[in-house]
RNA sequence: GGGUUCGUAGCUCAGCUGGGAUGAGCGUUCGCUUGACGUGCGAGAGGUCGUGGGUUCGAGCCCCGCCGGACCCACCA
């Protein structure tokens, strides 16, 4: 046994010990291991950023269920890895060779390759040092990049699978353009903004009827030279006659048909709606119905492309305010209307986005949702909290095809090759020999695949899929994982149907769901906000085990949770506070000598032969064995907060607040026995609570142990089970009693402004026998915890000045002879309180036995529960009775 | 418009399959140099569980309505 520091400075512990556990290889799983497996895959943190709050909570979960399963005695795979993060990643990289001077363009494909991965490298290793700092057991040895070899092969299996299955198709839709990053993105990576704007009302004019005119609104004027119809409701009175005549575009003087279809609301606005199909996806689906040209009239920068006019090459703000001008000017603008109305833009940049018509590739959904559905209605995989499956469920039935493509440089190119000559497509590893044109040359797509699209093979292609490793075998599916609720549609069903698609299998049997971590006054940490709080510099303040803590305790799964310097602060305290209960019990180990701490080795369960265990020791034992078995259902159901939550309350409130106070006295006794039940009974019950602690503070937990007992590692040491044997129930309710009295002298003493300094008898008064023995057993105990003189037990209340206080406890009745600083009328008022209190309790319970449907519907367990209360509860009425009668 | 979720102590939140709100932290009041710890110890005050119904022997928990907040999706020509 080693010393403790003085003071509790996690600063000056956790870079050690965790370089410890590293150099020990914990870490790591073993794919031939025997064990049961247990398996989760990291979500990969981006290689763009550092470690923010939700990075630190979501691996704090993971890494409190990784190590309990460890000491459970699985062999425990934590899959690392970082995400390439495709379009977040390229524009960061963009913006760094500009601040160089340097243009993407001029770099050429394999020049900016070269600047990205370099980029990769130093942003990796950062974020996983931070993660090291965290106390992430994941198995390092085993990192893997959504671009590495292995991953991007098993990308570009999957692409040409689902290529040959028809699920992915390539073909000319309309999709969301981001001018800025020039390329497409998915519908999930559209944000959409309320912006201030305008309606502006314009005249189109009915062709061949003078002086008839359809108004349309729009809040996008400028997309009119891409009109190619306007559409009214065919049930619409007001307009039907005019279907199949034409109107005259303002500013091009062009004919454009005026077509009938339901999409024209004929409640909203005028009824009548400018199409434009190449720039919006309602009216592209009504020019698919009517066969209308689509006219493109922007370029990939969203300048205006319309050559030969005047428009031509202005950017669209620009272009909106001419095309208004004009309009006003020639008379066709009816009116301007203040609209607030919400607009798409692009979650990495905030560009508004252009709907705009590309040849883009996608992934059909239909055959995917259906694996979707059945994964949940199998029970093959299930969501923590349950009803996040509901949310899943929304997803799944409103999911589209997924747009895939991406105009990009740093991902995964699209394995699909044109020839030169024909150019039919050639879906495959590498370009065929020859087209069946007979050319000979080809031109690889230019494109990218979208991230989400490697991030869905992850459960697997991080095991070696599609190879049949033993690592595969041994630790897919997983087990679980723990991601956030906002994450649920990019990534949760993508790796669903993926996983069936590619391996018959769900990717892991159960969804663990967490909130977000937002600021002290609940709102989400952001970048423009500038509220976010760097884990790091709590780590650096207060230590890892009280930020991991303070990110665990009272929250349920699913919740969005409030960060505050409070809960850190509390975390710290109580990591403080076992620093110093293990101080106390290593002085007192260390006096003792060699022979007490010899028997020290003894497992959990069993008590060595030599220690005569006394009734607290007992009671201690039993509430540690049912400490035990709450953690333990806690953490199989993955209440963490819950479980933390018990064993914090169990290491503070009851062995530090209560059992250590309780065995002070035997530790200084110069009876042998007495003493070594003691520490050997303190020493189990921190051993073994400090066991259940590891998996949320692992690193005080590791330094208190290894100090504490010589051994090498508390990670992996075994995980305490629930026994039968150390439940010393009877024990354990006498205590209870004892604590219960000690409380009631306390609170007098309180009350009565008794200072400690004075010393004053306590009569201990019970007809009950057994109750009599205990409290005659404990009455060193009970002396030293209620500052009293002598503390006498009797069965009645012979010798007692009649004008003692009394207090009545669930088994006894207490008389403190106090009398000369006790005022009678107050402490008459004080019996009359209780007596009411008690009143009300035995009314309420006996109204419940009274009630014969209760007595015939609840549950027996429940009436005789009742029944036992009541007995309680009468008894006690019947002493306190007893005293406002000899008081009045 | 579709969906989800919340409303419990001054604040932030727990409350497990319905069984006494002896719930936690912070804050607050009073007291304590108790030799492990003031990053501590003891004792208090503080709640008609948003609201109105219903189901039940029994509702913070289940069902319906309402009020008030948050979020997601779709739409907004």
Redesign the pocket.
């Known amino acids: 046994m080693k010393e403790l520091d ?4 996690p600063s000056l512990m956790e870079d050690r010990i965790y370089e410890k556990w590293m150099k020990m290889g914990y870490f790591h799983a073993d794919e031939k291991s025997l064990k049961k497996a247990f398996s989760i895959s990291m979500p990969p943190p981006n290689v763009t950023g550092q470690l923010h709050m939700g990075h630190a909570l979501d691996n704090t979960l993971q890494d409190t269920l990784c190590r309990y399963k460890r000491m459970k005695g699985y062999e425990v795979l934590w899959q690392p890895g970082t995400d390439h993060a495709a379009i977040a990643t390229e524009v960061k990289v963009i913006n760094k060779l500009k601040s160089e001077g340097k243009d993407k363009n001029e770099l050429g494909r394999e020049g900016f390759l070269k600047e990205a991965w370099a980029w990769k490298e130093e942003y990796e290793s950062r974020i996983i040092n931070q993660m090291h700092k965290l106390g992430v057991s994941a198995d390092w040895d085993r990192l893997r990049f959504t671009m590495d070899e292995g991953c991007s092969a098993a990308v570009e299996k999957v692409f040409i699978d689902l290529y040959n299955k028809g699920l992915i198709y390539k073909g000319n839709r309309i999709i969301n353009w981001c001018p800025v990053c020039k390329t497409s993105i998915s ?2 990576e ?3 903004e ?1 912006q201030a704007s305008f ?1 502006w009302h314009i005249k189109y004019p009915v062709a061949g009827e003078e002086g008839r005119a359809l108004e ?5 004027p400028e997309t009119m030279f891409g009109d190619t119809a306007v ?1 009214v ?1 065919p049930e619409d009175d007001r307009y039907k006659d005019l279907i199949g005549k034409t109107v005259i575009l303002p500013l091009l003087n062009k004919e454009i048909p005026i077509v009938g279809d339901e ?14 199909p190449a720039h ?4 592209f689906e009504v020019g698919k119905r009517h066969g209308l040209e689509e006219i493109c009239i922007l370029h990939d920068d969203a300048t205006i492309d319309l050559p030969g006019t005047k428009y031509d090459g202005l950017d669209r703000y620009e272009c909106r305010k001419l095309v208004v001008k004009d309009l006003e000017e020639g008379g066709y603008l009816v009116k301007t209307v203040p ?1 607030t ?4 833009t692009h979650d990495r940049c905030h560009t508004t986005v252009e709907p705009m018509i590309k040849p883009q590739w996608f992934v059909k959904m239909d055959v995917h949702a259906e694996h979707c559905r059945h994964a949940l209605a199998s029970g093959e995989l299930k969501f923590v909290p349950e ?2 499956s ?2 899943y469920m ?2 799944v039935d ?1 999911i ?1 095809d997924w747009c895939i493509s991406r105009q990009l440089w740093w991902g995964h190119r699209i394995p699909a090759w044109y020839c030169d000559s024909c150019g039919k497509v050639h879906v495959g590893h590498a370009a065929p020999e020859s087209c069946e044109c007979g050319c000979t040359s080809f031109t690889q797509d230019p494109d990218t695949l979208d991230t989400w699209f490697s991030s869905a093979l992850w459960p697997f292609s991080t095991l070696g899929w599609p190879e049949e490793t033993e690592t595969l075998k041994k630790f897919y599916p997983n087990d679980v994982l723990v991601t956030g ?2 994450i649920i ?1 990019f990534w949760v069903i993508r790796m669903v149907f993926s996983g069936y698609e590619q391996t018959g299998k769900s990717p892991f049997d159960t969804v663990l769901i967490h ?1 977000l971590v ?1 600021d ?1 006054l ?1 709102r ?1 940490m952001s970048k423009s906000l500038g509220n976010g709080i760097d884990p790091l510099a709590v780590i650096e303040q207060y230590g890892a085990d009280a930020l991991r803590a303070a990110l665990l ?10 960060f ?1 310097d ?2 850190v ?2 975390a ?14 290593m ?2 180990v260390e006096s003792a000598g060699e022979d007490v701490r010899k028997l020290f080795s003894s497992g959990y369960g069993k008590v060595p032969e030599e220690i005569r265990l006394e009734k607290e020791d007992r009671w201690i034992l039993c509430l540690l064995n049912d400490l035990v078995d709450n953690v333990t259902r806690n953490m199989d ?1 993955f ?1 963490l ?2 479980a933390l ?1 018990n064993v ?2 169990f290491l ?2 009851e ?4 059992y ?2 309780m065995i ?1 006295a035997r530790l ?1 006794s110069d009876d042998r026995d007495t003493k070594a039940a003691a520490l050997w009974t303190l020493n189990t019950v921190l051993v073994n609570g400090l066991k259940l602690l590891h998996p949320f503070m692992p690193f005080i937990t590791e330094e208190i142990y290894v100090n504490l007992t010589d051994e090498e590692s508390i990670m992996i040491s075994s995980y305490p089970e629930y026994t039968e044997s150390w439940n010393f129930r009877d024990d354990a309710a006498q205590v209870e009693g004892l604590k219960e009295a ?3 002298i ?2 007098i ?3 009565k ?1 008794v ?3 004075k010393k004053v008898s306590v009569y201990v008064v019970s007809t009950d026998e057994k109750v009599r023995n205990s409290f005659e057993a404990a009455s060193a105990v009970f002396a030293s915890l209620t ?1 009293a003189s002598e503390v006498l037990v009797q069965q009645d209340k012979t010798g007692i000045d009649p004008n003692a206080v009394n207090v009545v406890t669930s088994n006894a009745a207490i008389y403190i002879p106090l009398s000369e600083l006790v005022d009678m009328g107050e402490e008459l008022a004080r019996l009359k309180k209780e007596e009411k209190r008690l009143e ?2 035995l009314a ?2 006996r109204g ?1 036995l009274s ?4 007595i ?4 027996a367990a ?1 009436i005789e ?2 029944k036992a ?1 009541l007995a ?2 009468e008894e006690m009425m019947r002493k306190v009775r007893e005293q406002i009668s000899a008081l009045s």
């Open positions: 003085k003071k509790y400075d519908d999930a559209v944000e959409h309320d309606f349309v609104a729009t809040t996008r559409a409701n999409h024209a609301d004929m409640e909203f606005g005028t009824g009548c709606v400018k199409i434009t919006d996806p309602n009216d609209h109305h919400s607009v798409d009803n996040y509901k949310t929304n997803w409103n589209k609720y906002d549609f909130g937002r002290a609940g989400k305790t009272g929250n349920a799964p699913g919740n969005d949770m409030r505050t409070d809960k602060i509390n710290r305290n109580f990591a403080n506070k076992i620093w110093n209960a293990t101080r106390f019990i002085m007192n159901t209440e907060g819950v939550d914090m309350s503070w409130n062995l530090c607040d209560w250590i106070e002070k200084k000690v409380r009631a306390r609170s003493r309180s009350e402004n200072p400690p300094s500052q009300g309790e309420r319970s419940m009630n014969e449907k209760f015939s519907k609840a549950p429940k529960e009742e209360k309680t509860y």
